[in-house]
């Protein structure tokens, strides 16, 4: 439907692979304003089509391509997209994001999202062109079986031959881990990846080795002077910040890992404790001055955090910080090298780097207390390449690694120390550490993940300073940084832009007057929190901590005030949950592994655990839902759901 | 989608067809000419080539011929943040990320990495989001350096 709104392209589209037909989806401006883009378009789109009864791998279970309001608009940082779905590793709702260039293409070809239900009879890829979906053989064009990066050229190559010239174009695809149902296989789309929950096994299930987009569609802003005025302060804003304009362009999120030894917040030996004696063999700095050839971004980013890294001669990815520490650490290896070479491996292939690393680390543990005979053990990384391999490729010990930690410790036993929430494994926070952080790994929507868990480290020790170990407020930030990250997603902008909330002073002073003082204050604010929370349209402005706002308006030209976003981030993440509570999703479902909330991390400081339970009785104060973690259906009223 | 477009006056020549970076143009040779509205990307290169003046901008307005040598080029200012919307929008392929100065160095400019390729569309400068780049005449009009 067509849209008074500026950003958007005003068309959502329901793809059949099956009788491969389309239709329109309807999608009117009141859907716009409440469900801005992105995740929480998917979220509503999920909310319309599953009633609970679905299987991930069913034809039923739509895979859902969706951009923000802002992609295209030349807003910073608003080069992504968003791919949600049922997950194959979670059984739940959930999103990945991802950068590169797709999103925008996909505007260009007149899409906000698309909805890809059915299933290919045969290998397939999909080329879209303006909005018309051509289906091309994957088997006759060589596709099926090629690992990541050779599928996108071979996937160029057949474009430029059809079309005679090098137009451009967006494309994601999936590896041999998608095509064999890795329940944690990723989709890559140039670089990037939407690594996480298993969206690429869905895709290979599907038989969709990849889609191509591309389109000649103008995206409009509204106030094109006030946009760009806007755009370039924002710019400076970003590059001016100490975190985006110094550390994530230097050492992109690899940087943190000194800062997480520091704080024994790096998790190693698969989470029995959080220092690694050989960290600076491994650490940000070692990978910037030995490794690094350039730094690299997503279309549209003055940050770019992305590492490009020299391998046997040849630039490929460098490792990002949770890759980074549960391919070192976490298996306590301190080859760097070799992590660079299962980073690439892992891409290669198309599985999440994350639940790859944190599956290898519980089966060698396994391995060690006697529960599975892998052959696998702690310090030996060096035939990791050979494995991961056959994960890949479904073989030998492999097939079982492929259905990760959480389904294996049910087969095996051990579940005390598979390291997943929901199925999900944990990123290389240690959360006993960062206890808000382990709040947010247990409640996250999609599971064991850091950024949708509320990123709490980043006031616990890698950004602010406030108490690691207090329950105390941690609820309630928990509650906002999730619902603005939410919000900032949907709009298409990337989480980093959001460091900008912390104003520069409190990061370049750690020991300064102000950041001490708001240090010790925080845990004291959780009042505050939770009133901002409970009454977020009372804020009927625009901040400067959160840029993002502003730039929406001058787009879209809908109204978007600090309260109205907060609320956006809220409906959206509430809706997620509520769909995945039709699947039976609920408080005993928000746990972590034992290893995590009953043993100290430090023997001596019985307070170095996750006090779950405490902060999971305020979160669900706070969210409005009931003590069974569903939301109540007051809060599905006030938020506009029902 | 609005789009460049050819009119009568076409001889079918095919100069715009062979020169258009994204293959929108067809015809048969002495014959009309069109262009494929889907794909165009409104460079109008097809416009500054056209000898017998046949081609109307996406508004609708006639062009004029313009010869390469008075073609404008894209100069990339200090305020440039690296961020590739001009890389990506480039339909020759001409612009990419500079190299960083020294080992650790992170403020990447885009650079006009094959200026003989360049057909001063500007479209680099529409899609630059903080006004860092801008169309220059080359002050010389010596000839521009071999394809790298």
């Known amino acids: 439907m067509p849209t008074l709104y500026s950003g958007y392209m005003g068309k959502v589209v329901e793809l059949d692979l099956s009788s491969q037909t389309t239709r329109k989806y309807p999608w009117t401006d009141e859907d716009r304003r409440k469900f801005i883009g992105g995740k929480i378009i998917a979220a509503k789109i999920l909310s319309d089509l599953l009633t609970g009864h679905e299987e991930p791998f069913s034809e039923e279970n739509p895979l859902i391509i969706s951009t923000g309001p802002l992609t295209g608009t030349g807003v910073p940082c608003s080069g992504r997209f968003n791919i949600s779905a049922l997950s194959p590793q979670t059984g739940l709702v959930t999103s990945s994001n991802c950068g590169g260039t797709f999103g925008l293409f996909l505007k260009k070809a007149g899409l906000d999202a698309i909805i890809i239900r059915g299933k290919c009879a045969e290998h397939t890829w999909l080329e879209i062109d303006n909005g018309r979906f051509t289906f091309h053989s994957a088997d006759d064009d060589g596709l099926w079986g090629l690992n990541v990066t050779p599928s996108q050229e071979r996937m160029a190559a057949l474009l430029e031959e059809k079309w005679g010239a090098k137009r451009k174009f967006g494309q994601m695809v999936i590896g041999p881990a998608g095509e064999n149902l890795v329940l944690y296989a990723g989709i890559a789309s140039d670089e990037r990846a939407a690594g996480r929950t298993g969206l690429g096994a869905l895709m290979g299930w599907k038989n969709l080795k990849g889609i191509s987009v591309t389109g000649n569609h103008e995206i409009t802003v509204a106030s094109p002077e006030k946009n760009k005025a806007w755009n370039k302060k924002f710019f400076n804003i970003l590059r001016n910040h100490p975190l985006t304009g110094k550390q994530m362009p230097r050492m992109g999120t690899a940087g943190l890992v000194s800062p997480m030894q520091m704080r024994s917040m790096l998790a190693t030996r698969n989470f029995s404790a959080g220092q690694f004696e050989h960290f600076d063999k491994v650490c940000g700095e070692t990978l910037a001055e030995q490794h690094n050839i350039v730094n690299k971004g997503c279309v549209s980013c003055p940050i770019r955090c992305s590492r490009t890294v020299n391998l046997d001669g040849k630039p490929v990815k460098g490792p990002e910080l949770e890759t980074l520490g549960l391919l070192s650490a976490n298996i306590e290896n301190d080859d760097l090298e070799l992590v660079l070479r299962l980073n690439n491996e892992l891409d290669e292939l198309g599985m999440d780097t994350i639940s790859c690393a944190g599956t290898i680390a519980w089966a060698m543990e396994a391995n060690e207390k006697g529960l599975w005979d892998n052959g696998l053990s702690f310090g030996n990384a060096e035939e990791l390449v050979q494995t991961i391999r056959d994960i890949a490729q479904r073989k030998g010990i492999g097939d079982e690694l492929a259905l990760g930690s959480k389904r294996l410790a049910e087969r095996y036993g051990g579940e005390d120390f598979a390291i997943q929430s929901k199925g999900l494994e944990l990123s290389a926070y240690e959360p006993r550490r960062a206890v808000g952080m382990g709040l947010g790994y247990a409640v996250s929507n999609r599971g064991g993940c850091h950024l949708n868990g509320g990123y709490l480290v980043i006031v616990e020790g890698l950004g602010l300073f406030i108490d690691p170990q207090t329950p105390r407020a941690k609820a309630d930030i928990t509650m906002m940084f999730q619902d603005l990250m939410e919000a900032v997603a949907a709009a298409g902008q990337c989480l980093f832009s959001t460091y900008v909330f912390f104003p520069s002073i409190l990061i370049t002073r750690p020991n300064g007057p102000v950041t001490t003082v708001l240090n010790k204050a925080l845990p004291h604010t959780g009042g505050v929190f939770r009133a901002i929370n409970k009454f977020p349209l009372a804020i009927q402005m625009h901040m400067p901590i959160l840029p993002h706002t502003k730039a929406f308006e001058n787009a879209t030209g809908m109204k978007m005030k600090m309260g109205d976003f907060i609320r956006c981030g809220e409906r959206g993440y509430t809706l997620d949950r509520q769909v995945s509570v039709r699947f039976g999703v609920g408080a005993k479902d928000d746990k972590l592994p034992k290893r995590l909330t009953d043993t100290p991390q430090d023997p001596n400081n019985p307070s170095t655990k996750v006090p779950l339970d405490t902060m999971k009785k305020t979160y669900y104060q706070a969210r409005g839902w009931t003590q069974e973690g569903r939301p109540k259906v007051s809060t599905l009223k006030k938020l506009k759901i029902v | ?148």
Not at chain 2, 27 to 41: E, P, T, Y
Not at chain 2, 63 to 83: D, L, M, N, Q, Y
Request: with cysteine; glycine share 8%.
């Open chain 2, 1 to 148: 989608m609005a789009a460049y477009s050819i009119t009568d006056k076409c001889i079918g020549c095919g100069t715009c067809a062979n020169s258009c970076p994204v293959g929108a143009i067809r015809g048969q040779r002495k014959a009309l000419h069109s262009i494929d509205a889907d794909i165009c990307v409104r460079c109008g290169l097809c416009g500054r080539l056209c000898p017998k003046g046949a081609i109307l901008d996406e508004l609708g307005n006639r062009t004029t011929r313009i010869p390469k040598k008075s073609w404008a080029h894209p100069v990339f200012e200090e305020t440039c943040a690296g961020c590739s919307l001009c890389v990506v929008s480039c339909p020759k392929n001409c612009i990419r990320i500079g190299d960083p100065a020294y080992q650790g160095d992170t403020h990447m400019r885009a650079i006009l990495s094959h200026p003989a390729d360049c057909i001063g569309c500007g479209l680099c400068v529409k899609a630059c989001p903080i006004d860092a780049v801008h169309l220059e005449k080359a002050a010389s009009e010596a000839k521009e350096p071999a394809q790298t």
